[in-house]
């Protein structure tokens, strides 16, 4: 009857959801670490091109810049709810 190890099915499937939901949050700060490289990336690459007085180049990158700031954002907002939906505010 206990195949898991002594732990009851209970127990193991609660285990398992935990894996789960940190599972979930590393990939998702992963995403979010992604968005953030990429928005260095056209950073980098804004700067190159206003020094080159490229100024509607250099705007478009710094444009896509902030929309993958803005997703990185939106992604750790969503942990954050998560977060504070499981948190619990007494100390202790």
């Known amino acids: 009857m206990f195949a898991l190890g002594a732990r009851t099915p209970a ?3 609660a285990r398992m959801g935990a894996n789960e939901e940190l599972e979930a ?3 998702l700060f992963e ?3 992604d ?3 990429q928005a260095a990336r056209h950073c980098r ?3 190159g091109h206003m020094r080159g007085r490229e100024v509607p180049r250099g705007a478009a990158h710094a444009w896509a ?3 993958h ?3 990185a954002g939106r992604l750790l907002e969503e942990q954050a709810r998560v977060h504070a939906q499981k ?3 007494e100390p202790g």
């Open 11 to 13: 127990v193991e499937s």
């Open 25 to 27: 949050a590393a990939s």
């Open 31 to 33: 995403h979010a670490a």
């Open 35 to 37: 968005e953030l490289d």
């Open 45 to 47: 690459t804004a700067a």
């Open 65 to 67: 810049a902030h929309g």
């Open 69 to 71: 700031v803005l997703r």
């Open 87 to 89: 948190s619990n505010p």
